[in-house]
């Protein structure tokens, strides 16, 4: 229900200028808001390892808006996971991070780079092995969010860069 709501689209403005793509209308964009509020504390109130085991699958297999939504969920189930239970679940996730990360929804990209700094915050370096198949341009843009990460949280005591392979 919700996902028919966000994919409807307000008509484009019919005064004569051109914007680009309309913006959806205000009912929309508080439905938005609630439904994420909604799945970051379903994400919150089970276990990260469980709620991340869940979402995997739903990442991988389903188009925007779903799969926004699944990363976002992802990512706050990674802020709050142990780094030996989100290694072991490194196989399963990354998959679908690197196809979000190349997918046509610009929003599905970010969520899928952020989820990766998350995971790189709670694990580092052994990142690494997983991000082989990322081109030049997106690891560097992988690494400029890392480091922007770094420096926000003021935690600059390991390496940053992991685009050295």
Do not use: W
Not at 1 to 10: A, F, K, L, N, P
Not at 25 to 48: F, M, Y
Not at 86 to 99: A, K, R, T
């Amino acid at each position: 229900m919700y996902s028919d709501v966000i994919r409807r689209r307000r008509p484009p403005s019919r005064s004569g200028t051109y914007t680009g793509s309309p913006s959806p209308p205000p009912l929309v964009l508080q439905v938005v808001r609630a439904a994420e509020e909604a799945a970051s504390t379903l994400a919150g109130s089970i276990s990260p390892e469980q709620c991340i085991k869940v979402l995997c699958p739903i990442v991988q297999t389903t188009d925007y808006p779903i799969n926004l939504a699944a990363i976002k969920m992802q990512t706050r189930a990674v802020e709050r996971v142990a780094k030996e239970p989100l290694h072991l679940l490194l196989p399963d996730v990354i998959p679908g991070l690197l196809q979000g990360y190349d997918n046509t929804e610009s929003s599905v990209r970010k969520a899928s780079v952020f989820c990766l700094v998350a995971i790189y915050s709670v694990i580092g370096e052994e990142l690494k092995p997983y991000l082989s198949q990322l081109t030049g341009s997106k690891m560097k843009l992988l690494n400029l969010y890392i480091k922007r990460a770094q420096t926000s949280t003021s935690n600059s005591s390991s390496s940053s860069d992991i685009s050295s392979y």
